[in-house]
């Protein structure tokens, strides 16, 4: 009896493991946009695209400030914080962006 339950168990497990496990859908949400130095405070050399999520921020990997205009022009990444759509994922310390979608200001 107790051999027919392990291989009854060593079956299930066999079979979960085995299948394929299915990405996590992204989702399209806005953040705070900017440049993380000159506006998120944070580390780093020169002008770099930031988002803001939860409070916290992260370098974005996949665009680039100087793709959104004037980095440091009036309505700038590095002269002001912005709103953005994005679609992307953390990834260590920084989101991976497969959208980025510079909202008008308000």
């Known amino acids: 009896m107790k051999n027919i339950l392990s291989i009854i168990l060593f079956f ?3 079979i ?5 496990k299915k990405p996590t859908q992204q989702k399209k ?4 946009a900017s440049c993380g130095q000159c506006q998120f ?3 780093g050399h020169g002008c770099d695209l930031a ?5 916290k921020s992260y370098f974005v990997e996949g665009t680039h ?3 959104h205009g004037d980095a440091h022009a009036e309505d700038g990444f590095c002269q ?6 994005v679609i992307g994922t953390i990834k260590d310390t920084v989101f991976v962006v497969s959208h980025f ?6």
């Not at 949400?29 to 705070?32: G, K, R, T």
Request: aromatic share 2%; net charge positive.
């Open 12 to 14: 299930f497990i066999t």
């Open 16 to 20: 979960g493991n085995s299948q394929e």
């Open 29 to 32: 949400q806005v953040v705070e």
């Open 41 to 43: 405070g944070m580390k």
């Open 51 to 55: 988002v803001r999520i939860d409070g």
């Open 65 to 67: 400030i100087d793709k």
């Open 80 to 85: 002001t914080i912005r709103k953005a759509e």
């Open 101 to 106: 979608k510079l909202l008008p200001k308000k």
